[in-house]
């Protein structure tokens, strides 16, 4: 957990006049690290540079120690599951998985056992003898992640191994791949949709049009919504009480009360979340729920990228 598994000293990436990677400078280490941001945020460009499959125009990558450009021992340690639906139709998913080990440098004796046992992990144990011509989604997501562990690498790269699967399939994946992270194995997902990795994730990285706009654990990146105004929604019968009491709250800028709710807008919610248990106690104000959008990846993205919205 210790030691960076990737690191990106100022590394560029240009196609023509386009900067898909603008100047990243980052290190990665253990656990599961969520790439999010929009579409064309040059997720995808960061991928296939970590992996060796593009060089950068410009700066130095390390994965392991090594160049995963130049570096064959650095690419036996890495596993890669690309976003695209391109697979062998003609093989049952078991065969497929067994050829992309030995292409891998995985023994011809070994590769059927570890096929097989890592698809019945994923859930696949009816289906491995299928043409994958017949996959759903997620069963075709499961194969490619499959094939990206089945050599046992050290560092693993998934690109949005999680797009428009059923939930399922979705619990089946993140399930296996939380395994290998506590099994040590440093893993990076990516995602534009930034609330599937939400709770998954041990640190993010979050990209915008080729930069890096915040690195840090979940913790660290969510703290970040507290330097914006923050919208709490209190669910309440009490909707006057509790807002004779939210107004004088510090950090408040305004309290909007509707038939059963309250919406408090404050530039310190850490107080309010602070300070609402006791005045509940105390005043036999009854409150039903308590929460805020605004603390979610999602927000945080939005407010780094936009400022505040509202």
Known sequence: ?????????????????????????????????????????????????????????????RVLGGDPWSDLGVKGQVGYCPDGERLWDN???????????????????????????????????????????????GMRQKVKVAQAVVHGPRFLMLDEPLNGID??????????????????????????????????????????????????????IRDLIYEHPHTVRIETPDVKGLARWAVDLPGVMAVEMEDDALNVRTRAPVELYRTLPAFVMGSGVRVQSLYSTDSSLEAVFKYLTKGDLR
Do not use: W
């Open 1 to 61: 957990m210790n030691a960076p598994c990737l690191t990106f000293t100022s590394v560029v990436r240009r196609y023509g006049p386009v900067l898909a990677v603008n100047d990243i400078s980052v290190s990665i280490g253990g656990g599961i690290t969520g790439l999010v941001g929009p579409n064309a945020a040059g997720k995808t460009t960061f991928i296939t540079l970590a992996v060796g499959l593009k060089r950068p125009t410009g700066g130095q990558i």
């Open 91 to 137: 093989l049952t998913g078991l065969q497929f998985v067994v050829t992309m080990a030995m292409l891998s440098g995985v023994q011809k004796d070994q590769a059927h056992g570890r096929a097989n046992e890592i698809l019945v992990q994923l859930g696949m144990g009816d289906a491995m003898e299928r043409s994958l011509a017949t996959y759903s989604r």
């Open 167 to 220: 939930p399922v399939s979705r619990h089946e994946i993140m399930k296996y791949l939380r395994q290998l992270a506590d099994q040590g194995t440093a893993i990076v997902v990516s995602s534009h949709v930034l609330h599937e990795l939400d709770g998954f994730v041990d640190s993010v990285l979050l990209l915008h049009r080729g930069r890096l706009l915040a690195s840090g654990t979940v913790e660290e």
